[in-house]
């Protein structure tokens, strides 16, 4: 049933002007434009990075910490730390008593995470990954500038699009 | 863990191959490691489980449609191409699983403690195929910073290899603090005999995630952690090194693995 879902129509009020890509020296968004052109990861995170406001994406891998492409700016100036303190976040949330309570399927019981701070949004989303213990996409966004339902919208939708044949 | 020692190379032969740009297999005691241009591009550990049972596990990408793949693709490399192609797998999915295998590989491999001598099998390609690499110096860095995680949760790094005791608090009906699934399902497995990398096979997923998962059991008291002499995993003898010369080495070494989990 979900594999048989249409990919969604890309949001129309999207802008390039946030198209900031950024590869860290010896990073791994630096290894996804090589070889045969541009992956999966790095093609949903530039999709991204092309929502209103956003400032920095990443996916994460929650349980190890590990960084699986990231773009754009990085809360507090490294990509690395960022995704680890996520990926620690996005697990106390995924494994939470209360929002596991009436769990009744695999993957994570939490779907979305919404940070609302005084100059920004913090949205994290979980995946349906290959394996148990997955991924989450994360976006940052400049609260002025970004529309958070859109943004929502426009995450759900990449995040589909990531496992989506 | 001395500050020193995380911060050096792991494999000074590693860092030599990068600055060659040199394609093929790096084997080592604890696993091998596929390069391309002197990127890594795969990696396998008898001690992860792996790509194969990380896409099949969670049932997205049956077994069946995997052996198809690998019979139609496998020579030529491109298995993970064929099945992208063929809409088995969307392109995201596969990256995730292929880089998740390599990192989780890549751990083991890496580890200091691993000795003997590292040999490099230059044109050897991965059956995999693979369309980019990751830079030596980020799964190195990933690797370390995997240990300085396992470190922070509980640091007793004995319990990597051990076999998973479950302690007698864990055992008493009630006495048990809120588990997660993830968690409780590892504990279920725990049986005093299954190594956290047994365990992690069984269940379908990364070998770290279950040493992770098992320091913090251990950290809450749910897990025995080892005591006395250091329990590390046995060093290979000369004679099966020597087959590092041929090309089913890695192979044989996971099948070894896999008849003594039996």
């Given amino acids: 049933m979900y594999r048989r879902k249409m990919p969604e129509v890309p949001e129309k009020g999207c802008t390039e002007r946030n198209l900031l890509v950024t590869a860290r020296p010896g990073g791994h968004a630096a290894a996804w434009t090589e070889g045969s052109g541009v992956s999966g990861i790095d093609e949903c995170l530039l999709r991204a990075m092309a929502l209103p406001g956003a400032r920095g994406a990443a996916l994460v891998e929650w349980v190890s910490g590990l960084a699986l492409g990231v773009v754009g700016e990085a809360a507090g100036g490294d990509h690395e730390v960022v995704a680890a303190e996520t990926a620690a976040y996005a697990r106390a949330t995924a494994e939470h008593p209360v929002f596991t309570a009436d769990q009744d399927g695999p993957g994570p019981a939490a779907q979305e995470v919404v940070v609302v701070t005084g100059t920004g949004y913090h949205l994290l989303r979980f995946t349906e990954a290959p394996y148990e213990g997955g991924v989450f996409l994360y976006l940052w966004l400049d609260r002025e500038q970004a529309n958070l339902a859109l943004a929502m919208r426009g995450l759900r939708a990449l995040a589909e699009g990531l496992v989506l044949v | ?262």
């Fill in chain 2, 1 to 262: 863990m001395s500050q020193a020692a995380a911060h050096s190379p792991v494999s000074p032969m590693l860092s030599r191959l990068a600055q060659e740009r040199a394609t093929g297999v790096l084997i080592r005691d604890t696993g091998t490691l596929y390069l391309a241009d002197g990127e890594v591009v795969h990696a396998e550990s008898p001690a992860a489980p792996g790509i194969e049972v990380l896409l099949t596990a969670g049932g997205r990408l049956s077994p069946e449609a995997f052996q198809e793949a690998v019979a139609a693709a496998g020579a030529e490399c491109a298995t993970g191409r064929w099945l992208v192609e063929h809409r088995r797998l969307a392109a995201g999915e596969l990256e995730i699983s292929r880089l998740g295998a390599l990192h989780d590989a890549a751990y083991f491999v890496l580890s200091p403690g691993a000795g003997g001598q590292s040999r490099f099998r230059h044109g050897v390609r991965h059956w995999f195929g693979s369309p980019g690499g990751v830079p030596v110096a980020a799964v190195e860095g990933e690797a370390r910073r995997r240990r300085l995680l396992l470190e922070s949760l509980w640091p007793h790094p004995r319990l990597d290899a051990a076999p998973v005791t479950a302690a007698r608090t864990a055992l008493r009906p009630g006495a048990r603090p809120f588990l997660p699934r993830r968690q409780a399902a590892l504990l279920g497995l725990a049986d005093g005999v299954r190594t956290p990398s047994a365990i992690a096979a069984l269940l379908g997923r990364p070998a770290f995630h279950a040493l992770v998962d098992v320091r913090r059991l251990a950290a809450l008291g749910l897990v025995e952690t080892p005591r006395g002499s250091a329990r590390t995993p046995g060093r290979a003898p000369a004679w099966f090194q020597n087959i590092g010369d041929d090309p089913d080495a890695a192979l044989l070494r996971r099948l070894r693995v896999a008849l003594e989990r039996l």
